[in-house]
C-alpha cells in the first residue's frame, strides 16, 4: 500500500520582515527629497517609533542612510549611491548614454529614458535641455502608462498591457484637459501609435508640455523601455512633433540593441 505525505507549507524565511521593512524605509528614502526623521519614518510606514528607529540606525551603520552628527534626520548614504551607480552599469545605461546625448543635442530638448514598473514608468535617465526654457523630469520619477508619451509606448508595444484600458477604467482621471482617460480613447490611440511606431503626449500629462516616445524593445518585441523627447508646447508644434517621431525611434531602436532586456 503506498502511503502519500502532503508536504507542509514552507516556513517563511528568517529575517524576512526585517529585510523588507528595510527595504521599505529605504524605498521610502529614494522618493522623498527631504531628510526624514524617525517619527516620519514610522508614521509613513506603519512601523511603531522602536522599529523605524532600529531599522534607521542599522541602515547607517551599513551605509545606506547618513544622519548629520547630533541630529535625528537622515537622508540616503554613500552605500546607497555606489549602489545606484553599479545599477546603472548593470542596466546598461552607460552604454545607451551616448545615444540619449545625441538625440538631445540634435533635437536641443529635453530626453528621458524610462522602465516599465507595473502600471508605472520610471525614469532612469535623463539628459536636459540647454534651452533657458525647458522641461525635465527627475531620475526616479514615476509616470502614469496612459498619461505619457513613453508609457503609451509602452502600452502599444507590450502584449502583457493589452487589458490595461479596461483594468484601469476606473482609475485613469483626466490630469490635464486632453488626457485621454476613457478606455475606448486610448485604445484607438494605441492602435495609431503600433501604425507609426512612435506615441505622442499632447499636454496630457502637464499643461504646456508636449512629448514624443518610442518603445525599447527586448530580444521578443516586447517594450520593457522607452525614450521620449519633452519640451515646451511653444517649441513643438504639430509639424515638429511629426518630424521628430521617426528621429526618437531610431534612437529607440538604438538603445533596444544596447540594453540588457
Request: charged share 25%; proline share 6%; glycine share 6%.
Amino acid at each position: 500500500m503506498t502511503t502519500s505525505v502532503e508536504s507542509a507549507p514552507a516556513a517563511p524565511v528568517a529575517g524576512t520582515q526585517a529585510i523588507r521593512r528595510a527595504f521599505d524605509v529605504l524605498t521610502l528614502f529614494r522618493d522623498e527629497a527631504a531628510p526624514l526623521g524617525v517619527v516620519q519614518i514610522a508614521e509613513r510606514l506603519g512601523f511603531t517609533l522602536s522599529t523605524a528607529h532600529r531599522i534607521a540606525r542599522a541602515l547607517v551603520g551599513t551605509g545606506y542612510l547618513s544622519q548629520a552628527e547630533g541630529r535625528e534626520r537622515y537622508r540616503l548614504g554613500p552605500q546607497a549611491l555606489l549602489l545606484g551607480q553599479a545599477a546603472q552599469r548593470s542596466l546598461g545605461i552607460d552604454a545607451v548614454r551616448p545615444v540619449l546625448e545625441q538625440l538631445a543635442d540634435s533635437t536641443g530638448e529635453s530626453v528621458n529614458l524610462g522602465l516599465l514598473d507595473g502600471d508605472e514608468v520610471v525614469v532612469v535617465y535623463r539628459v536636459e535641455s540647454a534651452q533657458p526654457l525647458r522641461f525635465s523630469m527627475e531620475v526616479g520619477s514615476r509616470i502614469e502608462l496612459y498619461a505619457s508619451s513613453m508609457g503609451k509606448a509602452l502600452l502599444a508595444f507590450n502584449d502583457s498591457l493589452a487589458d490595461y484600458p479596461d483594468r484601469r477604467a476606473d482609475s485613469m482621471r483626466p490630469l490635464t484637459a486632453t488626457t485621454l482617460h476613457e478606455p475606448a480613447e486610448l485604445r484607438a490611440d494605441l492602435e495609431e501609435i503600433r501604425a507609426r511606431g512612435w506615441s505622442t503626449d499632447d499636454q496630457e500629462s502637464l499643461p504646456a508640455v508636449r512629448c514624443v516616445g518610442a518603445p525599447v524593445l527586448d530580444f521578443s518585441g516586447q517594450a520593457r523601455a522607452a525614450v521620449a523627447v519633452q519640451a515646451p508646447a511653444v517649441r513643438m508644434p504639430d509639424k515638429r512633433l511629426a518630424e521628430l517621431g521617426p528621429v526618437v525611434r531610431l534612437a529607440a531602436d538604438q538603445v533596444s540593441r544596447l540594453l540588457p532586456l
